[in-house]
């Protein structure tokens, strides 16, 4: 992929991340409905049936897992990539190092043009389809290496970023009406009471427009923060 490199961050207060039947459980949520298929570069050895995809099967995915942590040494993480119809790449992973932390990867070629308002789709629904399986305690982004600081892993909420997730803790701490009067974009409530906060609808070419409500939101959440745009 060309382009910046982007990440969503989810944080949690365990080390769940080291579950592999989560891990099975995210891949298969993630190709349902054969949307996605994962890249088989991303694996260390060439131990399953098709050229470039791994099928998608509960077999052939668990294998696909175990040999991207096979990888570590060459990837620096646990790392698979998936690629949709029409060509749009992402990857999820985590290093042994930040076991509480899923990062979820992408360019910023897929999203930086106005006519790729359907990617940004497919991103936010990469992102719902992770809280739905994983339940982080929290999530932000978009992050990237270039241009912000690091996040300490478990850090509490500092600043409103493009897009913010509360887990039912959070929701509890910062006060359910509070969250839902946030002047957001979209608004997502999560089954288990976890909240989405989408602060624009494409936040590399729109993000500017709605700069006032991520500073309304950053007011009602007591932050000193805005970090919008990527």
Request: proline share 6%; hydrophobic share 35%.
């Amino acid at each position: 992929m060309s382009g910046q490199n982007q990440y969503i961050l989810f944080d949690f207060p365990d080390e769940r991340l080291t579950n592999d039947s989560l891990m099975f459980s995210l891949m298969g949520k993630i190709v349902e409905n054969d949307r996605y298929r994962y890249l088989k570069k991303a694996i260390v050895c060439d131990d399953s049936p098709g050229d470039i995809y791994v099928p998608n099967t509960p077999e052939t995915l668990a294998g696909a897992w175990h040999n991207a942590k096979r990888a570590l040494v060459r990837s620096g993480g646990y790392w698979m990539e998936f690629e949709d119809g029409e060509g749009v790449k992402m990857s999820f992973g985590y290093t042994p190092q930040e076991p509480r932390r899923l990062f979820l990867q992408f360019s910023s070629s897929v999203i930086n043009k106005r006519n790729q308002t359907e990617n940004v789709r497919v991103v936010v629904s990469v992102i719902q389809k992770i809280y739905d399986t994983l339940h982080p305690h929290y999530g932000c982004g978009l992050f990237n290496y270039e241009n912000h600081d690091s996040v300490e892993v478990g850090a509490p909420p500092f600043a409103v970023w493009d897009y913010n997730l509360f887990s039912p803790a959070l929701v509890e701490q910062f006060g359910r009406d509070r969250l839902l009067s946030i002047p957001a974009w979209r608004t997502v409530e999560f089954a288990d009471g976890g909240i989405l906060l989408e602060m624009s609808p494409s936040p590399l070419t729109e993000s500017l427009a709605y700069k006032s409500n991520y500073r309304e939101a950053a007011a009602l959440l007591g932050v000193d923060k805005i970090i919008m745009g990527g």
